[in-house]
């Protein structure tokens, strides 16, 4: 079991202690002091000395910023371009600026992703047309990819999700073989580095999964008909309720137990697991589009961040963005607040979003 490192980083008994990151002030105290400044300003905290900017890249600044509660959420973007390569963005919140971020090393069709605290996984996808066993992993805290171990098998359009700090992954995979038949779900745990096979019953291994959330602690994996449930605490596998197949569109998002997505009306509702019921999210109505052609949305610090695609002209696709605060009334009904929207993007015409999500850094 490995333990968070403290955010204190010199001794008493230290005979050469780092130099005053502030003038006049204990090295510790400064370390918190810059630990507190917004990430968005830490550019320009890099120009202020190479003591600075070494020190914005270290691990025990990152541990710092969490045990003081400094770090924030941030919304990163998946666009593929063209139909032949993707391209990383980040919006940074106030101001809401939007940089490009390092590209993955490989291009892969159909892979699932993960977010687990500052890290997006980037599960398996096809290249050149084969299922891949590679995983990637992107580090909102350096701004660079690392090579994760492979999987036991290659997969493509795979469901994932993150439970009690370790990375699920089920189906993407045809069970002709005994090796993908026994590992058709597998687990990473990133205290070990590796993966391990989860045992799984033959009725539910479906080949290809096109939506998936966590809620309760439970990976709901969505396949081509029908879907799974799957609880790792108590390793028991069931299928997905009637009402939740039916309403489940597109790619969504949990925010406080609820899933939310659009419907065939083009409006956003949220699914309550404990009624089994979907509710449509009132209050928007004026504020948002109707996402006919599509939305994507993912929780950002406990509000609902959706984002689509509006084509300008035969060059260019606009991509706006709303941030909403949802919550239950007293009669359960969900309503939503637009916190605001704006078009945070133009990306080449023919782009398209892939995945987004919210990475606490």
């Not at 780092?18 to 400044?37: E, F």
């Not at 038949?181 to 590796?194: H, M």
């Not at 607040?337 to 892939?354: E, H, K, Q």
């Amino acid at each position: 079991m490995s333990t968070k490192p403290s955010a204190s980083t010199t001794t008493e008994t230290d005979p050469n202690p780092p130099p005053a990151l502030l003038p006049n002030l204990p090295y510790d105290i400064g370390l918190q002091c810059i630990a507190r400044v917004p990430r968005s300003h830490h550019p320009h905290l890099s120009l202020v000395s190479k003591q600075w900017k070494s020190l914005l890249q270290s691990p025990i600044f990152f541990s710092t910023r969490l045990n003081l509660n400094s770090t924030q959420t941030h919304f990163y973007l998946n666009f593929r371009i063209h139909c032949t390569h993707f391209k990383w963005y980040v919006l940074h919140p106030n101001p809401r600026l939007v940089f490009q971020v390092p590209q993955m090393p490989f291009d892969a069709i159909g892979s699932a992703y993960a977010v687990l605290g500052p890290k997006i996984f980037v599960i398996g996808g096809s290249i050149a047309d084969i299922p891949s066993k590679h995983m990637w992993v992107f580090d909102a805290r350096f701004n660079r990819w690392e090579r994760g171990p492979n999987m036991r098998v290659g997969r493509e359009f795979a469901a994932a999700g993150v439970v009690n700090g370790k990375v699920y992954v089920l189906g993407g995979c045809l069970v002709d073989t005994w090796a993908r038949s026994t590992n058709w779900a597998e687990v990473f745990d990133p205290e070990i580095g590796s993966w391990a096979t989860v045992p799984s019953p033959i009725e539910v291994r479906d080949k290809w999964m096109h939506a998936s959330a966590v809620m309760g602690d439970r990976i709901y994996a969505m396949a081509d008909r029908g879907g799974v449930v799957f609880d790792p605490r108590e390793k028991l596998w069931s299928g997905v309720s009637t009402e939740l197949d039916l309403g489940w569109r597109g790619r969504g998002a949990v925010v406080d137990g609820v899933l939310y997505c659009y419907d065939y009306l083009g409006k956003i509702r949220g699914f309550d697991e404990e009624e089994d019921k979907w509710k449509e999210v009132r209050g928007l109505e004026k504020g948002l589009p109707k996402f006919l052609c599509g939305a994507t949305m993912a929780n950002v610090g406990g509000r609902l961040v959706v984002v689509w695609e509006a084509k300008i002209n035969s060059k260019e696709t606009q991509i706006s963005c709303a941030e909403i605060e949802v919550r239950k009334d007293d009669n359960g009904d969900l309503l939503g607040t637009i916190v605001w929207s704006a078009v945070i993007l133009s990306v080449p015409s023919g782009s398209s979003i892939v995945h987004c999500a919210g990475v606490v850094v």
